[in-house]
């Protein structure tokens, strides 16, 4: 755990709100000087930390940076996912940083964070909009033991994660589109592109990359996607802590992941269609050049969706773009 972490989890559980230099110097086995230095770089990055003779120091303020030590230091322990965070001011696209870490031989569980990307991507091959510090744009490599054709499982169970931590952060009530459009009134704020490496039998990595929309002004957006998308500043009407909602993300997802590895898919399957906008509906999904219309009953125990045609079959949909008939 670096100096910081460690500061920063001292200042946050300081009884009585403040801690003093010599306390910490004593407890982190560093000293008071090299402690002062620290406080000062993290009063460089933004953080209010008050410093009085008498009481010591104080956490006041945090600033709406993505830092990967207070990240750690909010965080806490968790299974898997958020043990190690990286963070970078400007990426292509954080899902190729975390392929390149996968081939390395990186530990499942690493996230990256940039506070912009130059290249960001949505599923079907489309642009994903990433301006700098306004919203959180994530990876995260896993390494589940699962066969290829549940890796949906992965998806599904991150749009339940994502929608709660958005619901306890800012107490709205997102929906889920299929597979994993995380909707508000009818509008996107968040989105996540599934990525992944396998073998025949087997999955080697899995790659979860999540966009959302946290403090876009309505400009932020291209104009043709200014009908569609929102970001959570607009519909609250106030910014959204990025940290807060960024350690709130990772713990949700760390919880589902685990109820994935525990075998309670079906569980995370009930919690998705109880949120879902899609089960039930008459849709029209497209698949590259096709069009299906039918019906859609429910999700399959890989995650897939399972839609009765126009014809009567049921066919197993893992991909493509959902349209409600209205
Ligand atoms: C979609 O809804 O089309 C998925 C959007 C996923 C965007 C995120 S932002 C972080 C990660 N890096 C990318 O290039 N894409 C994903």
């Known amino acids: 755990m670096s100096l910081d972490v460690q500061i920063l989890n001292a200042l946050r559980g300081a009884r009585d709100g403040a801690v003093s230099g010599a306390d910490l110097s004593q407890k982190l086995h560093v000293s008071r000087a090299a402690v002062w230095a620290r406080i000062e770089d993290l009063r460089s990055l933004g953080y209010d930390i008050e410093a009085s003779p008498h009481r010591g120091y104080r956490l006041l303020g945090t600033p709406d940076v993505l830092h990967a030590d207070d990240l750690l230091s909010r965080l806490g322990k968790t299974k898997v996912i958020g043990r190690d965070i990286r963070v970078f001011e400007e990426t292509t696209s954080t899902n190729d940083v975390i392929e390149k870490l996968a081939r390395d031989g990186v530990k499942e569980g690493v996230v990256v964070f940039a506070e912009s990307q130059t290249r960001g991507r949505g599923r079907l091959g489309r642009k994903w909009t990433s301006p700098a510090k306004r919203g959180l744009w994530l990876s995260i490599l896993l390494r589940p033991d699962l066969r290829p054709q549940d890796a949906t499982r992965l998806t599904v169970a991150s749009a339940t994660a994502l929608r709660r931590a958005i619901e306890s952060q800012t107490g709205l009530k997102p929906d889920i589109k299929w597979p994993n459009d995380i909707l508000i009134y009818g509008k996107k704020v968040a989105g996540i592109l599934t990525e992944m490496s396998a073998e025949l039998d087997h999955v080697k990595y899995v790659i979860l990359g999540i966009g959302v929309d946290v403090n876009l002004s309505q400009g932020d957006f291209p104009p043709e996607l200014r009908k569609v998308a929102t970001s959570l500043k607009a519909e609250l009407g106030k910014p959204v802590s990025r940290p807060e909602l960024a350690v709130a993300v990772l713990r949700e997802l760390d ?45 399959g125990e890989d995650g897939a969706l399972l839609l009765r045609t126009e014809h009567g079959h049921l066919e197993r949909i893992i991909g493509g773009d959902v349209t409600l008939e209205k």
């Open 255 to 299: 919880h589902d992941y685990a109820r994935i590895a525990s075998g309670q898919f079906a569980t995370v399957a009930d919690e998705w269609e109880e949120h879902g906008t899609t089960i039930g509906q008459e849709v029209t999904i497209r698949t590259g050049d096709r069009r299906i219309r039918g019906r859609a009953e429910s999700l």
